[in-house]
């Protein structure tokens, strides 16, 4: 298999370069997307506030739709990163196809199911009878992203299993572009285009998407023959979703945890009004630039990890974690102090009402100053992915979402208002960066030990 993507530097320099140059090209990407997310809420925002609170509602749903996809991204990219670090190449094509047809069957799927629970699903969320209309409108076309989105977020990650980051960041800066290019033509009627409204805004996220699939397979297929094409064996393909839901299953349980965790956020939010909801909109997206260079970094730790651990260099597992701590400490107590400074232009930059504002100032002031514990999370959480033991990262993402943030908010918000339940935020996101730290620090202790144990036996003289 010529394989053009792979690079073997990535178990050979330097730990911090490494990551860096796996993490630097999809902050670009990831700032890209960021940056479509933040003008598409801006636009659907200059519709009417109300446009801008039924959009709010259907986040939990959409990251959920992610989180899904993000399952079978994680398992397919930890069992390719390992098959590289082994110099396992010829598996690398029959896992990715495999991957994709699992990929689709489980779009079709949540297309058809999400098309049948529109109205039912988002009354539950709180939606009433003034947003749920819009929202109709939106997810009916929304819905369809879907199908095209898993298939990018399988070959991607394979791209970077390979060590070839710069590629998935290309094509994610491309499909922003198109979306933001897209978005207020068809939202708004320009160029001679019909105003279609929220509906342009999802019609724009499909054609986006579909680019979106079509440059990545064209990549790993084409370009670096990473995608083998070939009659089917029932027993390879079973074997090869056997592996990638090993990992992927918890990871994509973790992470649907989130937008139920978020749903119920939300749904705790609306207490205080569908204005606050568009604010808790507002700076959820802003949050997800603050976030953003930890999940680049999350992304640059797997290939990392995966790579080393298949190739046993288990100092390089340590060093490049000491690292990823280093950079969370640093970049999350600088983010913290930006947000809190600029909360308040931030939020108005998206809506003029007061509530709205408040909202979104109380939520950037309170939940940034726990990021570096987050940035430790996710780095550890990632890093459990990557060597196929998944199960410890997802005990510390439903520790932090399920056993502390959704009590605590539930609590905090009776006794402090939308502040008790920023405050929950905060407290959650502490809790999982020292759990996440503390456990696999004793992992990579007892990788030590079990080499040490192999090199003593491999050193010791053969009985005479």
């Known amino acids: 298999m010529n394989t053009r993507g792979a690079d073997p530097k990535l178990t050979t320099d330097p730990e911090g370069k490494t990551i860096r140059s ?16 933040i003008t598409d809420t801006y636009f659907i925002g200059q519709l009417g ?11 939990p749903v959409v990251i959920f739709i992610g989180a899904i996809t993000v399952g079978f991204s994680h398992g397919t990219s930890s069992v390719c990163a390992r098959l590289f670090g082994a110099n ?3 598996d690398v094509g029959r896992v990715t196809l495999h991957a994709i047809l699992l990929g689709v069957v489980t779009g079709l799927v949540l297309l058809l199911l999400g098309l049948a629970t529109i109205e039912s699903l988002f009354r539950l969320l ?3 009878d003034t947003t749920l209309p819009i929202i109709d409108r939106y997810m009916n076309i929304y819905y369809f992203s879907g199908v095209f989105l898993v298939i990018t977020l399988i070959t991607n990650p394979v791209l970077r299993a390979s060590g070839d980051a ?3 960041a290309i094509i994610m800066a491309v499909a922003a572009a198109s979306n933001i290019v897209l978005d207020p033509i068809l939202i708004f009627g320009l160029l001679g285009a019909p105003r279609l409204g929220v509906e342009g805004a999802a019609i724009a996220t499909v054609l986006a998407n579909i680019g979106t699939m079509l440059a990545s397979l064209y990549v790993i297929y084409f370009r670096d023959h990473l995608l083998t094409l070939g009659p089917l064996s029932l027993h390879l393909l079973l074997n090869s979703w056997r592996r990638i839901l090993h990992v992927g299953l918890p990871s994509m349980a973790a992470t649907a945890i989130t937008p139920i965790t978020t749903a119920f956020i939300t749904y705790q939010v609306a207490k205080f009004g569908q204005e606050a909801v568009a604010g808790y909109g507002v700076a959820s997206r802003v949050e997800g630039l603050g976030l953003l260079a930890f999940m680049a970094l999350s992304a640059g730790v797997m290939p990392f990890i995966g790579q080393n651990y298949g190739a046993r260099r288990y100092d390089r597992l340590e060093n490049g974690f000491r690292w990823c701590n280093r950079f969370s400490l640093i970049y999350g107590s600088i983010a913290a102090g930006l947000l809190a400074i600029s909360c308040t232009l931030i939020a108005g930059w998206f ?3 007061e509530i709205a504002i408040t909202t979104a100032e109380l939520h950037l002031k309170i939940v940034p100053a726990s990021y570096l514990a987050l940035g430790i999370a996710m780095t550890a959480t990632n890093s459990f992915n990557a060597i196929g033991k998944p199960l410890p990262g997802m005990f510390i993402s439903m520790t932090r979402t399920i056993l502390v943030y959704a009590p605590l908010a539930f609590l905090l918000a009776r006794l402090f ?11 959650a996101n502490v809790t999982a ?3 996440g730290y503390l456990w696999f620090r004793q992992v990579l202790v007892q990788f030590h030990r079990s080499e040490a144990l192999v090199s003593r036996r491999n050193t010791a003289p053969s009985p005479r």
Do not use: H, Q
């Not at 796996?22 to 997310?37: D, E, H, I, Q, W």
């Not at 506030?49 to 986040?59: G, Q, R």
């Not at 208002?417 to 407290?427: H, P, T, Y």
């Open 433 to 435: 960066g020292a759990i």
């Open 49 to 59: 506030t109300l446009e801008l609170a039924a959009i709010s509602f259907t986040f």
């Open 88 to 90: 396992k190449l010829n």
């Open 351 to 353: 809506t003029d009402n």
């Open 166 to 168: 710069k590629t998935p």
């Open 126 to 128: 709180g939606a009433d």
């Open 22 to 37: 796996l993490m630097l090209p999809m902050l670009a990407g990831m700032s890209a997307m960021v940056c479509y997310n």
């Open 417 to 427: 208002g939308l502040v008790g339940i920023f405050v929950a935020a905060s407290l």
